[in-house]
C-alpha cells in the first residue's frame, strides 16, 4: 500500500491528482463547516456582486454567497458521483466475472446483449431511467450507475478471461471448488487492480453525467445547490454576471480533472512495467 | 450483429417506455375525455392487448418504417424523427471531421515531442478537454464567442440549402463545442498509440536502415497507429451522440437530440422509441463500418 502511494506520487498525473481529489474530500465533508455563509439566505441588495472581501467569488442572482454554495454542493455532486460509479462499477464486474467463467454460449449471449445496449449512448439512456423513474437526484444516481454497469462489465471480462486461464484458478476447479467460491474468492480479487483504474476514471464522467441530467432539469431539483443546476440556473443571468455561470463550471471541472488525473496515475503506479 | 442488436434496443426501450406512468389515451384525448371516448381509443390503438402483442404490433410496424403517431402532434413519427436525424448527422460528421484534422497531428507532435514541453501542453489541453461537460463548453462559447466578441450567432438554425453562409455560421459553435472532448481522448490515443509503435523492432529496422525521420513516421508508424484509432472514433460515437442532445438543446437546434429532449419531457412514447432506435442503429451501422473498414486495412485480421 505504502509502495504504491509512493510509485503513484511519482508521477506527476497521480501526485497532481491525488491532491485535487483529496482536497475535494475535504470539501465534501467539511464543507457545510467551511462555507462563510449561509447558502439559501437571499439578498436584494447585494445580487451579482463580483468577488470582494464579504463574498469571495461574488454573489448569484438573488444575492446568495457563490462560494458556499459550491462548497455544499460538492456534497450533492460528487458524493452522488462516487456513490453511482461505485454502484454501477459492482454491478458490472459481477456480471462480467460471472460471464468469463461461464464462458462459451452463456458468455456469448451476455456479451452480445451488453454490446447491443451499449449502442444507446450514456447519457440517452440515463435520461430514459430518470424519466422512467421521476426527476430527482437518487434517481439519476440509479440511472448513472445502470448507464454505467455495461461498460464496467465489458472491461470486467476481458481482465476476468486473463485470470480464469491462470493456474491457480485451474487449481481451484481441480479442487473442486464450487463455482460461487472461485468466482468471489479467486477470480475477484485479481482482477481488482484494472476495475480501480476505470473506476476512478469513471467518477469523473459520472460528475458530468450528473451535472448534465441536472443541468437538463432531470436531476436535482431547485434549490438545491447542485453545480449543474447552479450553470443550469446562472444561464438566464450570464449576461449580468459571468461570475455566477464561471464559478460552478470550474468546480466542476476541477473535481473532473482531479479524478481524471489520479485514474492515470494509478495506471501507471499498478502496471509493473511502467511503474517505478 | 447489427440485427441483435437493434433487437435487444427495441426490447429495452419497450419495456422502459411501456413502464412509464403515462396513458396514452388520456395523452391525446386530454384529461377531461369522457371514459367511453376513452375506452374506445385504448381498444382502437390496441393498448388493452398484453404487452407482448403490444411489442409484436409495435415491432411489425417498424420494420415496415412506420413509427407509430407523436401524442403530442398526432404527425407520423418516423418522418420527423428521420429528418432531424439528418440534421443531427451533418453536426456529426462535420465534428468528427474537424477532430480528425486537429486530433491526429496532436497526437503526433506529442508522441514526437515525448516528455518535453509540447507534449505537455498538447496533454494539458487533452485534460482539459475531457474534463468540461458539453453543456458548460456550449455556454462558456455562446458567452464569450456570441455574446462578448459578437463573432457567431448565439443560437439557432438556418438550413444550409436556405442560406449557406448564415447557415454555417449557426453551425461553427456546436460543431466545435462537440468536438473538443473527441479531440482531447482521440489526440492521447493517437499518442499512446504511436509512443507503442516507435518502440517497436521494424521502426528501429527502418531507422537503421538509414530512412529519415519523416519517412520513417509517415510511411511506416503513422499508418500502425492509426489503425487502432479507427475502432476508438467508432465508439466514441456513442459519446459523440450523447453530446450532440445536449448541444442541440443549448443551441436550438432541431436535431434528433432536441427532438429526444422534447419526447421524453412530453412523455411523447413512440417519438422516444423511435429516436432511441434510430440512435442506436446510427451507432451499431458506424461500428460495423469501422470493423470492415479495420479489417480491410489490416491484413491479418479476417472476419468470417
Known sequence: MIELLKRLLRTPQGAVGLVLVILVFIVVIFGPLLAPRDPEAMSILARYKGPSANFL????????????????????????????TLAGTFAGAFIGTVSAFLGGRADEIIMRTIDAIMAIPNLLFALLIVNLLGS??????????????????????????????QD??????????????????????NVVAPIVVETTI???????????????????????????LMVSEARQYMHISAGILIWPSLAIAIVAIGFNLLGDGLRDALNPRTGG | MIVYTLFIVSLVVFAITQVLPADAAVMMLGENATDQALEALRQQMGLNDP???????????????????????G???????????????????????????????????????????????VSLISYAGVSLPEFVTATLAVLFVADWAKLLPPTGY??????????????????????????????????????????????????????????VLFGHALRNALLPTITVVALDVGYLLGGIIV?????????????LIIAIQTRDLPAIQAGVLLMAATYSIVNFVADILYAWLDKRIQYD
Open chain 2, 75 to 121: 404527425q407520423p413519427v418516423g418522418p420527423a424523427m428521420l429528418q432531424a436525424l439528418g440534421r443531427s448527422l451533418l453536426i456529426a460528421v462535420l465534428s468528427i471531421a474537424l477532430m480528425l484534422v486537429l486530433a491526429i497531428p496532436l497526437g503526433v507532435l506529442a508522441a514526437c515531442r515525448r516528455g518535453k514541453l509540447a507534449d505537455m501542453i
Open chain 2, 51 to 73: 404487452v407482448w402483442l403490444q411489442y409484436l404490433h409495435w415491432l411489425g410496424g417498424v420494420l415496415h418504417g412506420d413509427f407509430g403517431q407523436s401524442l403530442r402532434t
Open chain 1, 136 to 165: 430527482s437526484s437518487i434517481n439519476a444516481l440509479v440511472a448513472v450507475a445502470v448507464a454505467f454497469a455495461p461498460g464496467m462489465a465489458r472491461i470486467t471480462r476481458s481482465v476476468a478471461l486473463a485470470v480464469r486461464k
Open chain 1, 168 to 189: 491457480y484458478v485451474s487449481a481451484a476447479i481441480a479442487r473442486g471448488e464450487s463455482s460461487s467460491y472461485i468466482i468471489l474468492r479467486e477470480m475477484l480479487p
Open chain 1, 57 to 84: 467569488l461574488g454573489t448569484d442572482q438573488y444575492g446568495r454567497d457563490i462560494l458556499s454554495r459550491l462548497l455544499i454542493g460538492a456534497r450533492s455532486t460528487v458524493t452522488m458521483a462516487v456513490f453511482a
Open chain 1, 202 to 228: 469513471r467518477v469523473s464522467f459520472a460528475v458530468m453525467l450528473f451535472a448534465t441530467l441536472s443541468f437538463l432539469g432531470l436531476g436535482a431539483q431547485p434549490p438545491a445547490t447542485e453545480w449543474g
Open chain 2, 158 to 215: 438556418v438550413p444550409l440549402t436556405e442560406n449557406f453562409p448564415d447557415g454555417l455560421a449557426h453551425l461553427v459553435l456546436p460543431v466545435c463545442v462537440v468536438s473538443i472532448i473527441l479531440i482531447a481522448h482521440v489526440s492521447r490515443m493517437v499518442r499512446s498509440e504511436l509512443v507503442d509503435v516507435l518502440h517497436t523492432d521494424y521502426i528501429r529496422a527502418a531507422r537503421l536502415k538509414g530512412l529519415s525521420t519523416s519517412r
Open chain 2, 247 to 259: 448541444v442541440e438543446e443549448i443551441f436550438a437546434l432541431p436535431g434528433i437530440g432536441r427532438q
